[in-house]
């Protein structure tokens, strides 16, 4: 309802000094109510006026001298790229395509690490079979295998180097007296030189991946931070990455967040008649591992609830704040209580006129 500085400055040049009687045609009708407000000038829109300015849209190189047909398309082509551009320009810090695409590259990443880690301990295991008893877990068993290279050559002497690896003396201690009896086969320089190379990259991914994971959670709290507060980081930016928009999951009504990721699953049970699914990604968060069998679907109803009015504080907020997350995760709390002991959780409308008032 605001004139423009320069459309305001356009119509008192051009308008006579004396103009009571002065009619205006203008195309648009807010723009007419705008102009009577600001300037006093009666505006008429319309039938006619519509025309008129047609008319004039098809006549307007002939009517303003210098310009042609083409440079009236380059125009009119530049100012539709200008208001596409305002349209989607938003605060580059609350983007969600970062946080799609970090979710999908560390879904791939555990997936390659797993796989890289599987490679290594059948390739070192020739060498040194009795380490993947002792060292089961696969980011370390790289490192010890990095660290150890020819179990020959390991000592007592190597035995501090080893502890900070495994952050255990016992371990330690078991990996060096395996070493001393192992029954695996000796190996060659350059066979040891291989292993050691893919042990680093390995290693190296396993760096990259926590590195990765740290970005995401600043990202989070920075485009989501009451869905990441309620649920948790990883599983929010899962809801994000599945809906295909924070925007989208904001949309969806509390029952599709419910069961957001178990398509399959409900598409199967509508076909055969069976049981609906009662949760799908929510399921990962740590309420419904805690609540009791019968309640798992209670919880997860309400879990999801509470994401969709996180989701859309976050989609809609101008000030990206963390307060109503927390409020709505004490909620959740309290309901976990209320199926255990029975006692009474707090009204929404309390919780958050409190969360405004913070």
Known sequence: GVLHEDLRLLLDTALPPKRKKVVLGVGDAKMGAAVLEELGVQCQTGGVVAELMRGIRLHFPALVRGLTAQSAAKAQLGLGH??????????????????IQSISLLDQLDKDINTFSMRVREWYGYHFPELIKIVPENSMYCRVAKFIGNRRELSEESLEGLEEIVMDSAKAQAILEASRSSMGMDISPLDLINIESFSRRVIS???????????????????????SAL??????????????????????????????????????????????????????????GRAAAKNKGRISRYLA????????????????TSVFGDKLREQVEERLAFYETGEPPRKNLEVMKEAVVE
């Open 205 to 227: 991914l396993s760096e990259y991946r926590k590195g990765l994971q740290e970005y995401l959670r600043s990202k989070m709290s920075q485009v989501a931070p009451s869905l």
């Open 305 to 320: 609830n509470k994401c969709t009015i996180a989701s859309r504080i976050d989609c809609f907020s101008e000030v990206p």
């Open 231 to 288: 649920i948790g980081e990883v599983v929010g930016a899962r809801l994000i990455s599945h809906a295909g928009s924070l925007t989208n999951l904001a949309k969806y009504p509390a029952s599709t967040v419910q069961i957001l990721g178990a398509e399959k699953a409900l598409f199967r049970a509508l076909k055969t008649r069976g049981n609906t699914p009662k949760y799908g990604l929510i399921f990962h968060s740590t309420f419904i």
């Open 82 to 99: 200008s208001y596409s551009r305002a349209k989607v320009k938003f605060n580059v810090h609350r983007v969600d395509n970062m946080i």
